[in-house]
Nanobody, 123 residues
Framework: QVQLVESGGGLAQAGDSLTLSCAAS????????MGWFRQAPGKEREFVCV????????SYADSVKGRFTISRDNAKNTAYLQMNSLKPEDTAVYYC????????????????WGQGTQVTVSS
């Protein structure tokens, strides 16, 4: 089993930056994609971004493109989400996910999930 633990959430003002981390542990696969999703109150979980094992492949939701950057350090089994120019509509619980074979936008196709970290952006 793989455990994912997110950290770095908190309170921010519009225009601020935050960096989230997601550390993987346990029986991690030899290669796996890592993605970030978010869920705002009353809304469905939505795709934010994903990065492949080799860093070559990255994909972002249009809503965060140009503001958020995903990266990873495979030696540390950790993925990062640098969030710049935060907006109140970025307020959500942010979840890290990992998949051995999938690196797309459908949450249901990810194998492992973290518990989530709250990000709140005030105007």
């Amino acid at each position: 089993q793989v455990q994912l633990v997110e950290s770095g959430g908190g309170l921010a003002q519009a225009g601020d930056s935050l960096t989230l981390s997601c550390a993987a542990s346990g029986r991690t696969p030899s290669s796996y994609a890592m993605g970030w999703f978010r869920q705002a109150p009353g809304k469905e979980r939505e795709f934010v971004c994903v990065i492949g094992w080799s860093d070559v492949y990255v994909s972002y939701a249009d809503s965060v493109k140009g503001r958020f950057t995903i990266s990873r350090d495979n030696a540390k089994n950790t993925a990062y989400l640098q969030m710049n120019s935060l907006k109140p509509e970025d307020t959500a619980v942010y979840y890290c996910a990992a998949s051995t074979y999938y690196s797309g936008t459908y949450a249901s196709l990810y194998d492992f999930w973290g518990q989530g970290t709250q990000v709140t952006v005030s105007s």
